[in-house]
């Protein structure tokens, strides 16, 4: 049955968790040749969260869930959907349903949705139609990344920017709509500039052959870890990202100096300063977690947003400017209020 009186949303709980190990620049120095002072002075990260080999995706993901059911003060039963925003599941066939199946959340659809960086301003815009249409009450969305896994460890232009954790919202049908406005855009194009890519291996099917008698070969191999051209990505960054917020707000019909925060996917704080500075934004204003978690990808977002609701600076009615940028390359914004 369609809720149809409703048809708007409202982000009414969040959570979050992260690995207990923690990875400071000095244990970096160690292992790579930089410094506390490059890492700092370049990306503002001092310290990330990484997984243990026994610690899974879809576990980390749990916790976050019930976090933010439990702030919601909803029971998993009564979600009808769950998706998952991950670049790095647990099941290439995708964990939204084992986090489903972790969580007793016996009534919910669960799917991942990929898209990197933007994977948490992505699927709040999807979860948002799925109310806004009617078809469904309540729905939980995470948004999770286990870089870690995926990082060359003796790479120091890259694994000094990520991080591991996982951060949930529970989306529901409002009559109040709180989702303002949005915008999301992909560019494949430049989808060279950061990547994660199956590096194949031929493996002959000999003696079996094609129908036609011709020799067969399939690809077997695994993925490669994550390549990126950081300053062609931080160039992109900073042109789209302040383009797609000024995007949302229009169609929010808000402007910046309406906002009373701006959260952005974490990737570096030099590009959170930068599109501030020039949405004029002050640094008052701006959430952010890079010191302590580093780029943890699609969790980036709702990690710092659970922590902002949680110690009271983010109330019920504000209104929030968050987007996602990265590999796609893709990018989003969304202008919303938080609560009710
Ligand atoms: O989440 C997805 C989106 N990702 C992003 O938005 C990332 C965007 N890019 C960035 O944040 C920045 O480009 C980085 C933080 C990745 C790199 O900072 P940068 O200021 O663009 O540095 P760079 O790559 O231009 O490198 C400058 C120098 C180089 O040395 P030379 O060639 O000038 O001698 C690098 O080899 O810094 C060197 N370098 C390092 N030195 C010490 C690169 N990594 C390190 C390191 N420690 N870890």
Redesign the pocket.
Known sequence: MLNQELGGVALVGTGSAAPQAVLDNGGLERR????DE??TT??GIRRRHLAAPGESLTDLAELAGRRALEMAQMEAADLDLILLATSTPDDLFGSAARVQGQLGATRAVAFDLTA??SGFVFGLVTAAQFLRTGVFRNVLLIGADLMSRWVDWDD??TC??FGDGAGAVVIRASDRDRLLGFEMRSDGTQNSS?TLNFQAQARSLEPATATDGSPLAVALGTYQTVA?N??E??RF?VRRVPEAIEKALFKANRTAADLDWLLL?Q??Q??VDAVAQRLEIPPEKVLGNLCEHG?T?AASIPLALDAAVRDGRVKPGDAIATAG???GLSWGAAVFEWGA
């Open positions: 790579v040749e930089t410094s490059w890492i370049r990306t990197a960086c120091r232009r000094i920017l950061l990126m950081g300053p990505v931080y960054a996917h990737a570096n030099r590009i780029n990808s940028f990265g590999a």
